[in-house]
């Protein structure tokens, strides 16, 4: 008897990815050079941002959805920081609040005004500064309004609290350079993917280890929960050096549910979890494939669907937001793929082909929305709660875009810097010895001026005070 394929009855079997029209992309975009294993994009419901080639410092473009087409080279760009802009973020409950990382060893907290950029912004919401080196990766907790997690290179992982601009928190418990973060549904669980070889879920609040895996036949580089199934899904390299995902219980990391080889290419995978479709989408940084799986709770636990192919290999991806999707094309994802070579951002839309141009409330259940479901002082406190969910049959009917409210809270331009891990803390690498030297420079620079103007100044009140003195008294 032949071996055949186990036939699974599934309605995101027939998913296929659509690239927009050209005119629909974003042309001309000098997009970063940077190696660093991050996407280098980030997009909500009204921005689209992208992390920028330039000559000194970091700097990234935000660009309103609608204004695709060709972008012009001076365009205005956010160009605050000192270094390298190594990650960016969107706040998930205010759609013009990103975050930014960058190779200065700060956190940088950014408000785009309504419309978008008009002239370049220098000037960040709020500087956190509290890394000792680089600052590689942000992320927002996913439940809770103004709390922000950074990682370094210098081995922590920051938890901030942006009501008081300073962080509260310090999570100390990894020995290499943090890869990877990710949380479970409410937020309430933290996993990491580090250097050392290490996969751990980690209690944010407590800085507290609940499982740590030693991953030594699956080198492990990335990391996503898979909603409330209580798994953990891992990208990486296996012993023979190739590409390899591994399935996760959450509460056992001892060994990995399954293992699976996806093929002999040498570039990073970046797993994408789609909770409401149970569909994980796998894209490989330099090459042009997105393949996408459905995921389930018994065995065979991952079932292969289809592959998206395409020969510009892609940089990086950013991913729409549920409530950004267009559902009346029945789309369930959408990939902003940037193209170096081309300086092209071009939008992959997933769709699930449906005859009927009604709602379709089987691939569209609630979903996590745009309202903070705790405050920064109540997941401080202990207490976990799921996503506000909301329906998207709603955005559906409505043509105006939903707009999140952000909370009245005072504009900080002075970082209080609550954990004091910048005192004298020598350069590691010759790059990082230039830029404490140049930067050392411009301070000198600017207080040479500062005494000049001064010595200008008291010299002038000696005089007033001089001529004052001779002048003939008044009787």
């Known amino acids: 008897m032949s071996w055949r394929p186990q036939y699974r009855s599934s309605k995101f079997r027939n998913v296929y990815g659509k690239v927009a029209n050209r005119?629909?992309?974003f042309d001309g975009i000098p997009i970063t050079k940077n190696v660093h294993d991050n996407h280098f994009c980030a997009v909500n419901a009204r921005f689209l941002a992208i992390v920028t080639?330039?000559?000194?410092?970091?700097?990234f473009l935000v660009i309103p959805l609608e204004q695709t087409g060709r972008i012009e080279p001076n365009y205005p760009k956010v160009c605050g920081h000192q270094g390298n802009v190594l990650d960016i973020k969107w706040n998930p409950f205010i759609d013009n609040i990103i975050a930014s990382c960058s190779e200065d060893t700060s956190v940088r907290i950014w408000e785009i005004p309504e419309?978008?950029?008009?002239?370049?912004?220098?000037?960040?919401?709020?500087?956190?500064?509290?890394?000792s080196r680089r600052v590689g990766l942000v992320e927002w907790h996913p439940t809770t309004n103004n709390i922000l997690f950074s990682a370094g290179y210098d081995y922590k992982v920051l938890i901030?609290?942006?009501?008081?601009?300073?962080?509260?928190?310090?999570i100390d418990c990894h020995t290499d350079v943090i890869l990877c973060m990710s949380f479970n549904t409410d937020g309430s669980l933290l996993t990491t993917t580090c250097k050392d070889k290490k996969l751990r879920v980690i209690e944010p609040r407590s800085g507290r280890v609940l499982q740590e895996a030693n991953c030594k036949n699956h080198r492990v580089n990335r990391v996503v929960f898979l909603g409330n199934m209580k798994r953990l899904l891992t990208t990486g390299v296996s012993r023979w050096n190739t590409r390899q995902i591994a399935l996760w219980d959450q509460e056992d990391l001892s060994m990995p549910l399954i293992e699976e080889e996806i093929d002999g290419l040498s570039g990073l995978l970046f797993p994408f979890y789609d909770a409401d479709t149970h569909m994980l989408y796998l894209?490989?940084?330099g090459d042009g494939n997105i393949r996408y799986y459905e995921i389930s709770t018994e065995k065979p636990y991952l079932s292969y669907l289809m592959e998206f192919r395409s020969p510009a290999p892609q940089k990086g991806l950013g991913v729409m937001p549920k409530h950004g999707l267009d559902v009346s094309a029945c789309e369930v994802f959408r990939f902003y793929k940037l193209v170096t070579l081309k300086g092209l951002i071009e939008p992959i839309s997933m769709i699930v082909p449906r005859r009927s141009d009604s709602y379709q409330e089987d691939i569209y259940p609630m979903t996590p929305g745009t309202e903070p479901a705790l405050t920064p002082d109540e997941w401080l406190g202990g207490i976990n709660r799921d996503p506000v969910l909301m329906s998207l049959k709603e955005g559906y009917k409505k043509s105006s875009k939903m707009v999140f409210k952000a909370p009245m809270k005072e504009k900080?331009?002075?970082?209080v810097n609550g954990i004091d891990l910048l005192e004298n803390v020598p350069p590691r690498?010759?790059?990082?010895?230039?830029r404490m030297f140049f930067?050392?420079?411009?301070?000198?620079?600017?207080?040479k001026e500062e005494l000049a103007q001064k010595d200008i100044r008291i010299r002038q009140l000696q005089l007033e005070l001089k001529n004052l003195r001779n002048s003939p008294k008044n009787c």
Request: net charge negative.
């Open 53 to 59: 080639e330039s000559a000194g410092g970091g700097s």
């Open 439 to 447: 930067r050392q420079q411009d301070e000198i620079r600017r207080l």
């Open 429 to 434: 690498t010759e790059n990082e010895l230039l």
């Open 412 to 415: 900080k331009s002075v970082v």
């Open 115 to 131: 419309g978008g950029l008009k002239r370049n912004m220098t000037e960040a919401l709020l500087e956190l500064h509290g890394h």
């Open 23 to 25: 005119e629909h992309c």
């Open 283 to 285: 894209a490989g940084k």
């Open 160 to 170: 901030w609290n942006l009501d008081v601009g300073e962080p509260v928190k310090m």
